[in-house]
């Protein structure tokens, strides 16, 4: 089995993350409790097991780093999920129309897109036509935001 | 005989050939565009099939399905990259005829294999599946467990050289398929007093995420547009030798991907391998075989393309989801109230019918929808990823939020997109979350009403001849990854050995 670099890092993340589950168990009814029991059980058997294997790979040597990314990379792509985040938290509030269009310029431009024309007709274009198919054809209503009543 | 003409009616109205056509061309793209795929294709396109007719959604499905796994092999004839590890051996064989300057005719062959291959394939679904579908009616709760554990078992086949994570992942993705109420009581269960947790976590935006988003951060990975140069497109012909000098290949090849893709997560690379190596050893022209064979560039897209429908053959009888893109295709049936088993050739026979004639009618498309599809291919394949990433966010995230109307869903796609993403990185699975989720509260039910069965002693269950088999298939699962290891270390042996 493979082991990498962050392995053990992982591991403690789904430990805690098991251990949420584990602190809800009580609030459960008894009868539900067994099968989520055995499964998170099996789980903290599996990250045993993991933690083993990466030790038994970290002392032969032979822990895979895999394509390490320069902390501007890293940057780059943290920056990216911030945006998508805001993104998605904002298009109830302020609309699908406007907010997709806005995303779609910020990641034409941040992906280094160079033709202009593409970065402000591409968004708008495909804005306009998803709504137009969701609304229409798929009878879906996006989040209107500040254009309620407009459209 | 009925259903079957039922079946044909159904999918000849000019809709829904519309929907396939649209399908398919959909999955050639995804298929095409190197660093997509045909599980991605599909996972985009589950929220577009929310609002279409159970019938119309699944064939749209399986065009995108079928489209993208023949989509692969354009840019490993093209670019010389293999889209897919399926498309090695038509990379191989196709570059070296694209060199040669009749990437044209690579093309056409490997779009009139795919189509054959699938097409057979597909009649091996239709008339495979109902058979399989009446042991589906002798299956109680004891052998559902089985069944479930089986399909899960499938995590440590599709977890090769990372058996231990792929368990993990399923144990984890396992306990999250226990939220919400719980199916012996109906209480709600690790909902954290979350409203939008009571019916549980949303799988097809879960889905999405983890397919679509890893692949969008990975092109984040690199600096700048990376456009690759493309071979032209030549004259695209075949020749009526070419078909009838090599029928038995065409016929084994098939024969070998329908039998592969039965086995869940053998999957179509193993089948596209063995059928190419199958070809060269009955070869008389031995010597071709890497140098532009048109007997290679047969057998393999023949034989990836035969593995559509044999994937979808325990997955409509049994449930077993053998397959990233067939679990997601299981999640589509989910949404569309059709619960795979006998009843779904009893109940929902106008539906079920409908998608495997509809099935065989797609693999025909593909050769008409590919043909002309090679002839732009040079276009599609120079898409800037500034553009492909964007279209790829706004997609997903629209699609997740039109399956319930929720941001909540919009949230647990990107949350999901985010975890994938750390899991690829890290050589951890993402395929085992699809089937753990799918599989989950299947297995629990089983579970609970088993006991109630055999209240003493639960192990009576082993008593059951049904049982006793599914229980043989599960343990042979856990033996797969080392049967895997030995074929492909022969195959890899046979062709160094070949090649000197």
Known sequence: MKSRKWDPLICLALAAFLLIFVSQLGKTKPLARVYPTVIIICGYLMIGLTLIQWFINWKKGSITVGEALSKNRTLYIIVYAAVMLVYLLLIEKIGYIPMTIAFGIFSLIYLKCKNKIVIIVLPIVTTFVMYLIFTHFLFVTLPPGLLRGIL | MANIIAGFVNVLTPVNLLIMLGGILAGIIFGALPGFSATMGVAVFVPFSYALEPEAALLLLSGVYCGGVYGGSIPAILLGIPGTPASAPTALEGRSLTNRGES??????????????????????????????????????????????????????????????????????????????????????????????????????????????????????????????????????????????????????????????????????????????????????????????????????????????????????????GSAPAAIFLGAMYIHGLQPGAQLFTRNAHIVYTLLVGFAIVNVLIFFGGWIFCKFAKYVLVIPKSILATMIVILASVGSFAINKSMFDVMQMYIAGIVGYIMVKNDYPVSPVALALLLGSMLETAISQTVVMYPDNIFIMFTRPYTLVFTALVLISFAWPLISKKIKEKLAAKRSAGNS
């Open chain 2, 104 to 321: 044209g005719r690579a093309l056409a062959l490997c779009t009139a294999a795919s189509s054959f291959g699938g097409f057979m394939s597909s009649l091996a679904l239709l008339f495979l599946a109902p058979v399989l579908a009446i042991i589906a009616l002798r299956v109680g709760p004891p052998e559902q467990i089985m069944i479930a554990v089986f399909g899960l078992s499938v995590v440590c086949m599709l977890s090769e050289g990372n058996m231990v994570k792929g368990l993990l992942v399923g144990f984890v993705s396992l306990l999250l398929a226990t939220i919400g109420q719980d199916p012996q009581v109906g209480f709600p269960r690790f909902t954290f007093g979350n409203l939008n947790l009571y019916a549980g976590v949303s799988l097809v935006p879960i889905l999405i995420g983890l397919f679509s988003m890893p692949e969008v951060f990975k092109m984040l990975e690199t600096e700048g547009e990376s456009f690759v140069e493309v071979a032209s497109t030549g004259k695209m012909y075949l020749k009526v030798t070419d078909f009838t000098k090599n029928k038995v290949n065409l016929i084994r090849s098939t024969l070998i991907g329908i039998g592969v893709g039965i086995i869940p997560a053998a999957g179509p690379d193993i089948a596209s391998f063995l059928a190419y190596n199958e070809a060269r050893k009955s070869s008389q022209k031995k010597e071709e075989f890497g140098n532009g064979s048109i007997e290679g560039i047969l057998a393999s897209e023949s034989a990836n393309n035969a593995v559509t429908g044999g994937s979808l053959i325990p997955l409509l009888s049994l449930g077993i989801p």
